[in-house]
């Protein structure tokens, strides 16, 4: 998928996205123009998605974070799938869901959701119930955080043919 050289430049962008082409050609031993060419294959692959900034959630008043699990049901694979497009049309509009994954398992959806108070995410609980054939919800509240990261290891990524 990517060689050596394009391991280095994506794990120096996930340390920092800011790096310029100048200072991560340095580190890899390449000119800035090839950095660059190099960044926007990368980009164009899908490789590179975008550039984001970590922020303290607390700090922008958003100190509740939770997983909230979800079995949705239905009667037809028809209204299965209908539900299925609702619950992905809310979980995109709800700006304190962070994430959405299709599980396998007891459960169809793990969500991990920012809120300002519990009384807010419940709310959103209610808001996940009504807009989708939500059959149960079980809901778990962090209560503290000792690793959070969005750097994937890249040093066993496959070269490329």
Known sequence: ???????????????????????????????????????????????IQRYVTMVDPAALGKPITAFVRLVVGSDSHEGYLASKQQLSEVCLAEPDILECHTVAGEDCYILKVRSASTGQLEALIERLRSHALVTRTTTNIVLSTFKEDIKIDVTTAQDSD
């Open 1 to 47: 998928m990517i060689d050596e050289i394009d391991r280095q430049i994506v794990m120096l962008l996930q340390e920092n996205s800011r790096l310029s082409n100048a200072a991560i050609a340095e580190q890899v031993g390449l000119t800035t123009s090839t950095v660059f060419d190099r960044i926007k294959k990368l980009e164009k692959r899908g490789v």
